[in-house]
C-alpha cells in the first residue's frame, strides 16, 4: 500500500500524531512520557545492587512498555529499510582503532547521560512536553517556546560560524 511505503505530509504526521497522544491519554489517565519508565528502572536497578542478587522479575507497566517499544519500533524499522549494521567503529576510524573504539564509546556514554539529564531537568521527554501543551499546560507551552528559541538562536550561531570557516 502507497501509506505504508510513501512519505506522509507534515500535516498528516502531526494529526495522527495528535490522534495517538489524545487516545494514550484517556486509556492511561496520564500523559504519555518517558520518565516514569526510566525511573522505574533505574529504582529497579537500585534495589538489585543493594541486595546484590536479582529476587524478582521486574515489573513491566505500559511507561516501562514504551521505552522498550521505542526501541523494538527503531530496530524493526532499520531492519525492514536496510539502514542497520553493528558497527563497534566509527566509519573512517584510520589505524588506531582502539582510540577510536574508546572515543566512540565514551561520546555515546555522554551523550546518553546528558540525554537522560536533560529528560529530567525539563521535566520529561519532548513526546510528554507536546502531550502537555496539547492539554493546555502552560508550563509546557513556556518549555517548548524557550526550547525552539533557544533552538533557533543556537543554530544560526553555528551556521554562521561554519559559515565563516570556524568550525
Known sequence: MKIFSGKWSFYLSAA??????????????????????YLSISEYCGEIIEQKSIASA?????????LLGIFGGALITALICGEWKLSLLP???????L??????????????????????????????????AMQTSVG???????????????????????AEGGG
Do not use: C, H
Not at 513491566?60 to 512498555?65: C, F, H, L, P
Not at 551523550?111 to 502531550?131: K, N, P, Y
Open 16 to 37: 495522527f500524531l495528535a490522534l495517538i497522544i489524545n487516545i494514550a491519554l484517556y486509556l492511561f489517565d496520564s500523559p504519555v512520557g518517558m520518565s516514569e519508565g
Open 58 to 66: 521486574p515489573v513491566i507497566d505500559w511507561q516501562t512498555g514504551f
Open 91 to 97: 566509519e573512517n576510524s584510520g589505524s588506531d582503532s
Open 99 to 132: 582510540k577510536a573504539f574508546a572515543l566512540s564509546v565514551l561520546k555515546g556514554l555522554g551523550g546518553g547521560f546528558l540525554v537522560m539529564l536533560g529528560l529530567q531537568l525539563g521535566g520529561d521527554s519532548m513526546f510528554g512536553q507536546w502531550a502537555s
Open 140 to 162: 509546557a507551552w513556556i518549555f517548548l517556546i524557550a526550547f525552539f528559541v533557544t533552538g533557533t538562536i543556537l543554530s544560526i550561531l553555528l551556521s554562521r560560524r561554519s
